[in-house]
């Protein structure tokens, strides 16, 4: 069986939030390898752990991949001030005498965006709806390398690390079988510091916000990285939960001053993407068709709206309201193949990472005081049958079915994108539908 068959099997996918099916990816040439290594959202320490604990099964995936995908260089690109990981980086790539390269990039956001990854260590401009392997490469991240090398070792992909930060008693990293609650994830940090409080699924730019409420329902997905606990109150979260029709009417303020476009990472990196236009279409009730196409290039990354509008309007959601009506309408972006040329004033707009997360009222937590790291063993779990983008997987056990950890228990579609999913846990099946498989501990035959 080779490595992408192996990959395949193990249900591994791009850790970092994306979900893509990593077997797609290795099925490909390239000249760069790149990892992503410089954990693009503000706060986030998962990865950082990753470097300096499990560096040699991370080198060994890099090396996995870059024979497979016959790439001429792999380059770690991480942050010059992760430097106690960046030395157990160093010393193990000597160690192993592994071909792999580090790129260290300044710390601003969105660093670790893939494609403004792309530009930073190879100066190219992947085209517009374009994906890396256009400019001839191929990016994944730290946690998606390891699971690679896991695969290698028919080892499928169970468990789970995530950083749970902010209003907790004890912010620290855990590891955690897929299917653990939400609820499981804030006890093994000591519980939350405040009564009234919503978590932040992910990154505080681009993750999404999750009511108090709803915890007890959520569990723990192969691409979940963190959990910010934040007041229910915080700027995020009241921005987070405004209506279409309450972002369309703030819209019509807008004063056309343009600093989302100059300070938009695609604008910046030669995209013909102009969110001041878009504001622009909204405020003037303008019929959305072909002539606001760029809209679909948005990537959502929030600078226009959480850092550059003066007004504290969202262009970014504005983007992606007239997104979203133009693929109602099959529209969609072609890249024309013209030469992609990153604008001159790119290297001195950059968003400082201390700047943007005092504007984000988050400035407290950052660099939180982590407590010991911790493993938590689950006696059920509530493994979703959609982890990944696509098709969800496919059941294949029944209720009462005995399972032990990481046997197959969903299977991809036939004709379908989409991963295979594993058992977390050993246990028996007491609940199975399409959305998830639920596995309770006991004695496996």
């Known amino acids: 069986m080779d490595l992408v068959e192996r990959v395949r099997q193990a249900g591994v996918v791009g850790a970092g939030g994306a979900g893509f099916p990593t077997h797609v990816k290795l099925n490909a040439e390239a000249e760069f390898l790149i990892i992503n290594a410089a954990e693009c959202e503000p706060l986030l320490q998962t990865d950082q752990y990753l470097m300096r604990e499990r560096t040699a099964e991370l080198i060994a995936g890099i090396v996995l991949t870059k024979r497979q995908v016959k790439a001429r260089k792999a380059v770690i690109a991480v942050k010059g001030k992760y430097t106690p990981e960046i030395t157990c980086l160093k010393e193990t790539i000597a160690r192993l005498e592994a071909d792999v390269e580090i790129h260290e990039l300044q710390n601003f956001y969105p660093a670790g965006d893939e494609q403004i990854t792309v530009f930073e260590v190879t100066g190219r401009s992947v085209p517009p709806a374009g994906i890396p392997l256009n400019v001839g490469c191929v990016v994944s991240n730290v946690m998606t390398m390891i699971n690679v090398f896991e695969a290698s070792q028919n ?60 915890v007890a ?29 309450q972002v369309i009417n703030r819209a019509r303020t807008c004063i056309q001053c343009g600093f989302c476009t100059e300070q938009c990472p695609r604008y910046l990196i030669g995209h013909p993407l102009h969110p001041h236009k878009m504001m622009k279409a909204i405020k003037y009730a303008e019929d959305l068709n072909e002539s606001h196409k760029e809209a679909l290039l948005c990537c959502g990354c929030g600078v226009c709206e959480m850092y550059s509008c003066p007004m504290g309007i969202s262009p ?125 501990r006991g004695q496996t035959q």
């Not at 990293?173 to 006890?187: A, H």
């Not at 109150?233 to 987070?240: C, F, I, M």
């Open 316 to 440: 970014r959601k504005v983007n992606l309201y007239i997104a979203g009506k133009l693929r109602e309408q099959g529209i969609r972006y072609q890249h024309d193949g013209s030469e992609v040329i990153a604008r001159e004033e790119r290297d001195y707009k950059q968003i400082p990472a201390a700047r943007l997360l005092a504007r984000l009222d988050l400035g407290d937590y950052d660099h939180q005081t982590l407590h010991e790291y911790r493993e938590v063993a689950m006696d059920e779990v509530r493994v979703s049958l959609r982890q990944h983008i696509s098709a969800p997987s496919q059941a294949t056990v029944s209720v009462g079915d005995r399972v032990v950890k990481g046997q197959l228990i969903g299977t991809i579609p036939e004709g379908q994108l989409g991963s295979m999913i594993h058992a977390s846990i050993a246990g028996q099946v007491i609940s199975v539908d399409e959305h998830q498989v639920v596995i309770a």
């Open 217 to 245: 329902g959520m569990t723990i997905t192969k691409t979940d990285g963190a959990l910010i606990v934040v007041p229910a109150d915080h700027y995020l979260v009241v921005r987070a939960t405004e209506t279409d029709t």
């Open 155 to 214: 080892l499928p992909v169970t468990e789970k690390y995530v950083s749970v930060l902010g209003e907790v008693n004890e912010p620290r990293l855990i590891k955690v079988p897929l299917g653990t609650p939400f609820s499981t994830c804030l006890e093994a940090a000591g519980g939350t510091s405040i009564n009234n409080y919503c978590i932040i699924r992910g990154g505080p730019m681009m993750g999404g916000v999750v009511k108090q409420e709803q």
